[in-house]
């Protein structure tokens, strides 16, 4: 599953190429990609068709292109795009070849870089593209990272901000672990808390705090969750600056290449191998349908 640092290299990618693109053309030859556009709405190519786009904007996993109105009384929209387990957006020249998985292609002119295709690339078809309308954020801050306004989509308002948004809380984040009861991993995963966190990121992130997975959320004290959260950042910033974490082919960027951070993850796969701070072996356990990776020596969970 594509996490935070897998979507802000392609909205990063993204923005020099369709900031102040204009959309010449919509092709959609998969319906289920728009799974989540409200056809009431309007429909999705026409919609799009002549619209300029503005700079590209995310929140956690959530990532949108707002559309420049086409007159004073016309909503604040934009494209949201959620890749889901194997969704790509891939830029194009002119004329390439669409991929046999090609589920949604935008044709754009950029005023800079000239003719673009946007391809949306989707294996298994959990991902979607649609048609949102943008409404105020509910602290009156930019939407999300890379946001110029104060507007966030609809389907993303619930989402809450990430450790690497300007505008995310820190007190309002522990004061909201003070209140949980649930394990402190369980929390990382709730995108109500905290978005953009997955399970890599958490286990790693978990590792370098030493801090047990199943620590209640509640116990840990301010200062704990301080270092948390620098370690959240670390991780997050360690793995933007290498591309994200690359498993196999599916997770690339809007050129294609993959990332490389799973060659510098510490826990995350590693069972059985040394922990690279105590040497002891590190361990996998179920959680939640999934698992934990962890060094139960290092990670140890505490009483107080």
Sequence with gaps: MPELPEVEVVRAGLEPAVTDATITGVEVYESR??????????????LLTGRVMRAPARRGKFLWIPLAPRSTDDPDRAIVAHLGMSGQILLREPGAVGEGLLRIRLHIE???HGELLVDFVDQRIFGSMAVDTLVPTSDGLPG????????????????????????????RFAATLARKNTGIKRALLDQTVVS????????????????????????????RIRVLLAEIRLVLARALAEGGTSFDAQYVNVNGASGYFSHSLNVYG?????????GRPIVRE?????????????????TR
């Design 110 to 112: 950029n005023p800079s």
């Design 286 to 302: 179920q959680f939640m349908n999934r698992s934990s990776h962890l060094c139960t020596y290092c990670q140890r969970l505490r």
């Design 196 to 223: 953009g966190i997955g399970n890599i990121y958490a286990d790693e992130a978990l590792w370098a705090a030493k801090m047990h997975y199943a620590q209640p959320a509640a116990s840990l004290s301010r200062v």
């Design 270 to 278: 590693q069972e059985g191998r040394p922990c690279p701070r105590c």
């Design 144 to 171: 999300g990272f890379g946001a110029d306004d104060a507007l966030v989509p609809t389907q993303v308002a619930h989402i809450a901000r990430d450790p690497l948004d300007p505008a995310f809380d820190d007190e």
């Design 33 to 46: 990609s728009l799974r989540r556009h409200d056809s009431a709405a309007g429909d999705f190519e026409t």
